[in-house]
């Protein structure tokens, strides 16, 4: 048995699953660097003469320091980039519309992902998304509607994308190696925050901030003809695969024939708690990392008092130690399971509760250190860091107890976070008008609170077994 089982081990790091991770990686990468570079560009492109006066206050801040010329204003770095009139409610609005469009295709194109392939759906997203970011500047020259429209057709083009990766991860990832893979493709995520949080003011500051749109837009472009040549929905139909990797996934999934067509058990999902454990969990996460995503820069800048180059390059700072920490989450995960010294309902619990648990008390910590620029800084480094410890635990849970349906749950799951997304980001905004400085202070303990409940349903109700309902032999129709 032994025997048997060393000869189908596949190659590990040189071989075709782990180059489809970081295929996917970069894929990741470039939807995040076109979500989020509004966030950035956004400073650039509003008329705000509040924004100005902010990057003429002296800070003690070491980046402050360095600067010849700190009092640079907005409207120098976007020389020849037409400036709008955007009220915050505008903005608001801008940045919600993407979410609503994810939150109208996750679940149907999760669904259409497991019966049709996801190989085409997700391309067809990442090309939609990446023709939309070229156009957003000429877009807003027509107007804040036609903006709002198409970061909201984005949105619909990028949850086609999101939940259609499951469906390869379904067929492509043995289950010893599923957070491994998994990170390494969701690494992407903080690593294209950091880039495009990071660059972003500089290409503000040098080309106008249109440019933000265009490269990461034709970046996406090229991503599309990498996805469409290399990627392949499933092991057994790639021309390229050896016969030992191919023979060691399939033997690993233990796949077994059955029909593309599949009804789908809602009534069972409805009644199943770990189900609900799963989804309360997303909802936890989504709701602290949408408020770091979105409002991080508007933070540093109004906390920290600094212009948008270096509000740029200090939000980027927090997506390193979060790119690292999914990477290494994921290896820690699968060395436990490997080694047999957790089991892995255990592991799923323990990444969520360090996922949940570490940043929430980052987050109640901040409102006490805004006098130190180095504390400040290094939490605002630690929370997302930490936070993307949730990628070995319950964001990949779906694998684990429904396999077969792990696309379309990672849909309704997406939905959930979206959901807390929209939520916190109105909260957000609506907190701080009141006040900055209590407004701050109510944001993050709102957070930790809403992440410490997604935490004790999870640990209650969370399991790691497939579930009755998800076996291949049953077919429980509605």
């Given at each position: 048995?032994?025997?048997?089982?060393?000869?189908?081990?596949?190659?590990?790091?040189?071989?075709?699953?782990?180059?489809?991770?970081?295929?996917?990686?970069?894929?990741?990468?470039?939807?995040?660097?076109?979500?989020?570079?509004?966030?950035?560009?956004?400073?650039?492109?509003?008329?705000?003469?509040?924004?100005?006066?902010?990057?003429?206050?002296?800070?003690?801040?070491?980046?402050?320091?360095?600067?010849?010329?700190?009092?640079?204003?907005?409207?120098?770095?976007?020389?020849?980039?037409?400036?709008?009139?955007?009220?915050?409610?505008?903005?608001?609005?801008?940045?919600?519309?993407?979410?609503?469009?994810?939150?109208?295709?996750?679940?149907?194109?999760?669904?259409?992902?497991?019966?049709?392939?996801?190989?085409?759906?997700?391309?067809?997203?990442?090309?939609?998304?990446?023709?939309?970011?070229?156009?957003?500047?000429?877009?807003?020259?027509?107007?804040?509607?036609?903006?709002?429209?198409?970061?909201?057709?984005?949105?619909?083009?990028?949850?086609?994308?999101?939940?259609?990766?499951?469906?390869?991860?379904?067929?492509?990832?043995?289950?010893?190696?599923?957070?491994?893979?998994?990170?390494?493709?969701?690494?992407?995520?903080?690593?294209?925050?950091?880039?495009?949080?990071?660059?972003?003011?500089?290409?503000?500051?040098?080309?106008?901030?249109?440019?933000?749109?265009?490269?990461?837009?034709?970046?996406?472009?090229?991503?599309?003809?990498?996805?469409?040549?290399?990627?392949?929905?499933?092991?057994?139909?790639?021309?390229?695969?050896?016969?030992?990797?191919?023979?060691?996934?399939?033997?690993?999934?233990?796949?077994?024939?059955?029909?593309?067509?599949?009804?789908?058990?809602?009534?069972?999902?409805?009644?199943?708690?770990?189900?609900?454990?799963?989804?309360?969990?997303?909802?936890?996460?989504?709701?602290?990392?949408?408020?770091?995503?979105?409002?991080?820069?508007?933070?540093?800048?109004?906390?920290?008092?600094?212009?948008?180059?270096?509000?740029?390059?200090?939000?980027?700072?927090?997506?390193?130690?979060?790119?690292?920490?999914?990477?290494?989450?994921?290896?820690?995960?699968?060395?436990?399971?490997?080694?047999?010294?957790?089991?892995?309902?255990?592991?799923?619990?323990?990444?969520?509760?360090?996922?949940?648990?570490?940043?929430?008390?980052?987050?109640?910590t901040l409102p006490f250190v805004t006098s130190s620029y180095m504390t400040t800084v290094i939490l605002l480094i630690l929370i997302p860091g930490t936070s993307n410890l949730c990628d070995s635990g319950f964001i990949i849970n779906t694998l684990d107890i429904a396999p077969r349906y792990s696309s379309f749950l990672m849909g309704i799951s997406r939905g959930f976070?979206?959901?807390?997304?929209?939520?916190?980001?109105?909260?957000?905004?609506?907190?701080?008008?009141?006040?900055?400085?209590?407004?701050?202070?109510?944001?993050?303990?709102?957070?930790?609170?809403?992440?410490?409940?997604?935490?004790?349903?999870?640990?209650?109700?969370?399991?790691?077994?497939?579930?009755?309902?998800?076996?291949?032999?049953?077919?429980t129709r509605l």
């Open positions: 048995m032994d025997e048997k089982s060393s000869t189908r081990k596949g190659p590990g790091f040189c071989s075709l699953r782990y180059g489809l991770a970081l295929i996917m990686h970069f894929s990741n990468f470039t939807m995040i660097t076109q979500r989020v570079s509004l966030s950035i560009a956004i400073i650039a492109m509003v008329n705000s003469t509040e924004q100005q006066n902010i990057s003429n206050v002296s800070t003690e801040g070491p980046l402050a320091d360095t600067l010849n010329n700190p009092s640079r204003s907005i409207k120098e770095f976007n020389t020849g980039a037409s400036v709008y009139e955007w009220s915050p409610e505008t903005q608001g609005i801008i940045f919600s519309s993407i979410n609503y469009g994810i939150i109208l295709t996750l679940i149907p194109s999760g669904y259409l992902a497991g019966i049709f392939g996801a190989k085409h759906m997700l391309g067809a997203g990442l090309l939609i998304s990446s023709l939309l970011t070229l156009f957003t500047p000429l877009a807003a020259n027509f107007g804040v509607i036609l903006v709002i429209a198409i970061r909201t057709v984005q949105g619909m083009a990028q949850g086609m994308a999101w939940t259609g990766q499951f469906t390869i991860w379904a067929k492509w990832a043995p289950p010893l190696e599923r957070s491994k893979l998994t990170s390494i493709a969701g690494s992407g995520v903080a690593f294209g925050s950091f880039i495009i949080l990071c660059v972003g003011g500089l290409i503000c500051q040098a080309l106008g901030w249109p440019f933000i749109f265009y490269i990461f837009g034709s970046i996406g472009c090229v991503c599309c003809l990498l996805w469409f040549t290399v990627i392949y929905d499933d092991p057994m139909h790639h021309p390229c695969i050896s016969v030992r990797e191919r023979e060691h996934i399939v033997f690993s999934l233990a796949q077994k024939p059955g029909s593309p067509r599949r009804s789908v058990p809602i009534k069972a999902m409805v009644r199943c708690l770990p189900l609900w454990a799963i989804f309360m969990g997303f909802f936890s996460h989504f709701w602290l990392c949408t408020i770091i995503i979105t409002y991080l820069p508007t933070y540093i800048s109004s906390v920290l008092h600094v212009n948008i180059r270096d509000s740029g390059v200090l939000s980027s700072l927090p997506f390193i130690a979060a790119s690292s920490c999914t990477i290494l989450g994921g290896q820690l995960a699968d060395f436990l399971l490997s080694r047999n010294l957790l089991r892995l309902s255990t592991v799923r619990k323990l990444f969520s509760s360090l996922g949940l648990l570490l940043p929430s008390v980052c987050a109640m976070g979206l959901i807390a997304g929209i939520i916190s980001s109105t909260a957000t905004g609506f907190l701080i008008s009141q006040n900055s400085e209590s407004g701050w202070r109510n944001v993050f303990f709102l957070s930790a609170a809403v992440n410490m409940f997604g935490l004790v349903f999870y640990l209650t109700f969370g399991q790691a077994k497939i579930q009755g309902w998800a076996r291949e032999e049953n077919l």
